[in-house]
């Protein structure tokens, strides 16, 4: 028998309550119409998601993402601060951050980021990607046109 403790960790709280494994289930729905090439179904789901959870940073990056893989890093810029408004101590966030603004040619905010992001969680997921990216950036990846 679970705690209430046990509970109310496997539980989101925003503007409803909900068990964690749904919270997750529709981010995934998210990312996988975005992958079926259904954009407009992906936005509007991490869109639905991050007003539903409006202390979360996970939907605003995950909104991130999308633009950014739209080729949109400016409108992907914004989503990841908002993320960081909500949780200002979000490694992942940052990481992602980090991306967009290296993808928007703007090295030295990008580069500025990933640093954060490892000092917010040195052993972390997100400290992995920005030692990739900054690798990235060493080798010029993003000096491009």
């Given at each position: 028998m679970q705690s209430a403790t046990d509970r109310q960790k496997q539980?989101?709280?925003?503007?409803l309550d909900m068990p964690r494994w749904e919270a997750v289930a529709l981010l995934e729905a998210g990312y996988f119409f975005m992958?079926?090439?259904k954009k407009r179904e992906a936005r509007e789901i991490f869109t639905g998601v991050a007003a539903l959870f409006p202390h979360s940073d996970v939907p605003c990056v995950a909104l991130g993402n999308f633009y950014l893989s739209e080729g949109k890093?400016?409108?992907?810029?914004?989503?990841?601060?908002r993320a960081l408004q909500r949780v200002p101590q979000s490694a992942t966030a940052q990481a992602h951050l980090g991306e967009a603004l290296l993808f928007a040619k703007r090295i030295q905010e990008g580069v500025e980021a990933l640093?954060?992001?490892?000092?917010?969680?040195?052993?972390?997921?997100?400290?992995?990607?920005?030692?990739?990216?900054l690798?990235?950036?060493?080798l010029h990846v993003f000096d491009g046109p």
């Open positions: 539980t989101i709280h925003g503007l992958q079926l090439g890093p400016d409108s992907a810029i914004q989503e990841l601060l640093k954060k992001a490892i000092e917010l969680d040195p052993k972390g997921f997100a400290a992995k990607l920005a030692h990739e990216l690798r990235a950036n060493d």
